[in-house]
């Protein structure tokens, strides 16, 4: 069977999967390209941002090349879907690799990210609320095992409210406060939808809640019961514990908590304030870690 490569070229981090025809894993990688920093709020992928995403996208045709996979399928999200320049890019890409790149909607994105969850852990009878916060946008799931009762793409992604209200560091009160009246402004959709569906669980796919999954995991000493490769169950005071923590510092002290990586840093702080926003909204408590995502999801439709 071919060995298939997805490419999900997020607002923050491009990510690679290469798997073989079983959906076996052959090569992962991703890539710190921040194709949203200085321009996400302003409709433009900058210069900079425009060269490191055909540098990386040059990389992973090479890397493709190298592990033999013979079908590529490329998905763009936010800051390509909301940038002026987001179809030259797709064009230059085309011209450098070959690689052509699909630029989805939201809601074509929710539902990739469903499917993604899905294959990493069971979801059940219940009502679920997963939540996926990119760079760019944050798509919010409701839904059990069987189907997705509502979805909704929001465009209010972590490099957007960090651009808006990390202003200065670390983050001032003030500042969490607009962000949080700012948040109630832009969520209404959400809340409603929880009062229709009263999701109970609080579902969490991979970026931000991979590395807070990764702190708790790092400040326990390593594997703990109920935890599979694939999800991890971060219990309400693990969590509020570690979110207090970040909140509260410095670039340099975020640096230096085990499990944070440079890629996440900056934008972990307003991405801990939205998941408190929602989980006291909603009135969520324990979170179930999804490591999949988005690249999976597309990886489950093509198989």
């Given at each position: 069977m071919?060995?298939?490569?997805?490419?999900?070229?997020?607002?923050?981090?491009f990510n690679?999967?290469?798997a073989?025809?079983n959906?076996?894993?052959?090569?992962?990688?991703k890539?710190?390209v921040?194709?949203?920093?200085d321009?996400?709020?302003?409709?433009?992928?900058?210069?900079?941002?425009?060269s490191?995403?055909?540098?990386t996208?040059?990389?992973f045709?090479?890397?493709?090349?190298?592990h033999?996979?013979?079908l590529?399928?490329?998905i763009?999200t936010?800051?390509v879907?909301?940038?002026a320049n987001?179809q030259?890019?797709?064009?230059d890409?085309?011209?450098?690799t070959g690689?052509q790149?699909?630029?989805?909607?939201?809601?074509e994105?929710?539902?990739?990210?469903?499917?993604?969850v899905?294959?990493?852990?069971h979801?059940g009878?219940?009502?679920?609320?997963?939540i996926?916060i990119g760079?760019?946008?944050?798509?919010?799931i409701?839904g059990?095992?069987?189907?997705?009762?509502?979805s909704q793409?929001?465009?209010?992604?972590?490099?957007r409210l960090?651009?808006?209200?990390?202003?200065?560091d670390p983050i001032?009160p003030?500042?969490?406060?607009a962000?949080n009246?700012?948040l109630?402004?832009?969520?209404?959709?959400?809340i409603n939808?929880?009062?229709l569906?009263?999701?109970?669980?609080l579902?969490?796919?991979?970026?931000?809640?991979d590395?807070l999954?990764?702190?708790?995991w790092?400040?326990?000493g390593?594997?703990l019961?109920?935890?599979?490769?694939?999800?991890y169950?971060l219990?309400s005071?693990?969590?509020i514990?570690?979110s207090?923590?970040?909140v509260c510092?410095?670039?340099?002290?975020?640096?230096?908590?085990?499990?944070m990586?440079d890629?996440?840093?900056?934008?972990v702080?307003v991405a801990?304030?939205l998941i408190?926003?929602?989980?006291?909204r909603?009135?969520?408590?324990d979170?179930?870690?999804?490591s999949?995502?988005l690249?999976?999801?597309?990886?489950?439709s093509?198989?």
């Open positions: 071919k060995n298939l490569c997805v490419i999900d070229l997020g607002t923050n981090t690679m999967l290469i073989d025809g959906g076996q894993r052959i090569f992962n990688e890539i710190a921040r194709l949203g920093k321009g996400i709020n302003k409709g433009i992928i900058t210069d900079e941002a425009y490191r995403a055909i540098r996208m040059t990389y045709k090479e890397k493709a090349v190298q033999n996979a013979d590529i399928v490329a763009a936010s800051a879907r909301n940038a987001g030259q890019l797709v064009s890409i085309f011209a450098h690689i790149i699909r630029v989805i909607t939201g809601l994105e929710a539902n990739l990210i469903y499917q993604g899905r294959a990493a852990l979801l009878t219940d009502t679920n609320l997963i996926d760079g760019g946008s944050v798509e919010c409701v059990n095992h069987q189907q997705i009762l509502w793409s929001f465009e209010i992604g972590a490099q960090y651009d808006l209200f990390h202003t200065s001032p003030e500042q969490i406060i962000l009246n700012y109630e402004s832009q969520l209404h959709p959400l939808a929880s009062i569906y009263k999701p109970t669980t579902i969490g796919s991979s970026g931000t809640f590395t999954a990764e702190i708790d790092i400040k326990k390593g594997p019961n109920g935890n599979t490769p694939t999800e169950l219990s005071m693990d969590y514990s570690i207090d923590d970040i510092k410095s670039r340099e002290e975020r640096l230096s908590i085990p499990g990586i890629i996440r840093v900056d934008m702080v801990c304030l408190n926003f929602i989980r006291k909603l009135q969520l408590e979170i179930r870690v999804s999949y995502a690249k999976e999801g597309v990886l489950h093509m198989l």
